[in-house]
């Protein structure tokens, strides 16, 4: 139906998997020459890149990690509405990940986090793609036009110093780099510490 004949409507965005993407950050500090400090390893699959073993990196940079906080606590306790003063966000694991030309990240999600996210420290090419892991696989109507409550791709371009969190249960890969300059990231979990988040059923149950 042409935009110009649809209902007057409110659409809401059911249940969502909110992305949040912060604008290019100059005053990012650059962590890039302290990186080579640390042991890579493949991530072991064809045209992979490679990872740091340490998965505790933010705690080298402090000046970098006060940055990244305030980024985390505008997505959990702005966007997601988490209570400030009952619980806090702690950054359970962080890595710094090198792509060099033509290689990519295949599609994962992040186990044993309840968000995750990424920083773009050095990066020109190679699109960061998440996937709707709710699309109708057995039924695929043709569609007009795309967008937000239809699609089952979003595609985020990489530039420097942009932030992106989401949930970590959300499938995302990228596209090969095809840039002659190495594709660098760093990537962190969260976890949500503080009283047990019991589910609404279950508050006032005694633990067992």
């Given at each position: 139906m042409?935009?110009?004949r ?8 059911l249940?969502?998997k ?5 604008e290019?950050?100059?005053k990012m500090p650059?962590?890039?020459?302290g990186i ?6 493949d991530?072991?699959y064809?045209?992979s ?12 940079f402090p ?12 997505y959990?306790?702005g ?8 619980h806090?966000?702690e950054?359970?694991a ?17 186990n ?5 996210g990424n920083?773009?420290?050095?990066c020109s ?7 709707n892991?709710?699309?109708h696989?057995?039924?695929e ?13 979003f595609?985020?371009?990489p ?11 959300v499938?995302?890969?990228?596209e ?15 976890f949500?510490?503080?009283n047990p988040?019991?589910p ?7 633990s067992?």
């Open positions: 042409p935009k110009d649809l209902m007057p409507c409110e659409v809401l965005p249940f969502s909110p992305l949040y993407i912060s290019a950050d100059e650059n962590i890039l020459g080579d400090q640390f042991t890579y390893n991530y072991g064809e045209r890149g490679t990872r740091t073993d340490d998965q505790a990196i933010v705690h080298y000046a970098f990690k006060d940055w990244l906080s305030e980024h985390i606590a505008e959990c306790f966007l997601q509405g988490i209570d400030p003063e009952v806090k966000v950054i359970t962080s890595w710094i990940n090198i792509y060099p030309k033509g290689c990519r990240a295949k599609p994962h999600v992040h044993n986090a309840m968000y995750s920083v773009f420290l050095q090419s190679g699109n960061l793609i998440f996937e892991p709710y699309r696989q057995y039924m109507p043709s569609l007009r036009d795309m967008n937000l409550y239809n699609s089952t791709q595609t985020l371009e530039k420097n110093s942009v932030v992106c969190i989401f949930p970590a249960d499938v995302h890969y990228t090969p780099n095809e840039s002659d300059e190495d594709r660098i990231t760093l990537s962190f979990n969260l949500v510490r503080g988040i019991w609404p059923q279950y508050k006032g149950v005694e067992q």
